[in-house]
């Protein structure tokens, strides 16, 4: 069983700054964690992709968040965090951890990020 714990959303003000963190728990075997990401769900849109790293440390980013956002991750406690900088109020919504395992995905269950003008 694969679970997905997310922390670190919150409401700031334009401008603002927060960290998010995904550490994924369970029966895991890390050489076969293919990436994990963060997608963003804003309210009556859909699921759109954020960021994502793969297990050897490449990276991807939504041409929203580039310049304002890094993905990072620890192959030893298998978590992937994103520092959000300079927030927008666009970048608001609900941010669901993802996790690609073994030829699976998994999602986390959402943590809210506001940001207020």
């Known amino acids: 069983q694969v679970q997905l714990v997310e922390s670190g959303g919150g409401s700031v003000q334009a401008g603002g700054s927060l960290r998010l963190s995904c550490a994924a728990s369970g029966t895991i075997v890390s050489f076969r964690i293919n990436a994990m990401g963060w997608y963003r769900q804003a309210p009556g849109k859909q699921r759109d992709l954020v960021a994502v790293?793969?297990?050897?440390?490449?990276?991807s980013y939504a041409d929203s968040v580039k310049g304002r956002s890094s993905i990072s991750g620890d192959n030893a406690k298998n978590t992937v965090y994103l520092q959000m900088n300079s927030l927008k109020p666009e970048d608001t919504g609900i941010y669901y951890c993802?996790?690609?395992?073994?030829?699976?995905?998994?999602w986390g269950q959402g943590t809210q990020v506001t940001v207020s003008s």
């Open positions: 993802n996790l690609q395992y073994n030829g699976r995905g998994y």
């Open positions: 790293i793969t297990r050897f440390g490449a990276t």
